[in-house]
Nanobody
Framework: QVQLVESGGGLVQAGGSLRLSCAAS????????MGWFRQTPGKEREFVAA????????RYADFVKGRFTISRDNTKSTVYLQMNSLKPEDTAAYYC???????????????WGQGTQVTVSS
């Protein structure tokens, strides 16, 4: 059964914007926190942002503060990652995840989407 489905990746020029979406279903939907991680070839997956379903608590990695915004639409069971002022170093596969805490620790997340590629050209 499909749990998390990302969409919205693509190719954009530096300084541009993209919005990623993650639709949750099944047990993934019942987790307390939704997060975004990213990964480039040869590197570990790194935390980008997270948000609780209730209360609206958010957390961001330092390298995206002021540029990325994580939001949610409970009626659609969907979490979004609005990415502005994109830089070439933001190029990565972006993964949606569902977990129990808002800590930026990959081990706290137990449901993962298939990933969506974001490429930022200079």
């Amino acid at each position: 059964q499909v749990q998390l489905v990302e969409s919205g990746g693509g190719l954009v020029q530096a300084g541009g914007s993209l919005r990623l979406s993650c639709a949750a279903s099944g047990r993934a939907f019942s987790r307390n926190v939704m997060g975004w991680f990213r990964q480039t070839p040869g590197k570990e997956r790194e935390f980008v942002a997270a948000r609780s379903w209730s209360g609206g608590v958010t957390r961001y990695a330092d390298f995206v503060k002021g540029r990325f915004t994580i939001s949610r639409d409970n009626t659609k069971s969907t979490v979004y990652l609005q990415m502005n002022s994109l830089k070439p170093e933001d190029t990565a596969a972006y993964y949606c995840a569902a977990g129990s805490t808002i800590r930026p620790d990959i081990r706290e997340y137990d449901y993962w989407g298939q990933g969506t590629q974001v490429t930022v050209s200079s």
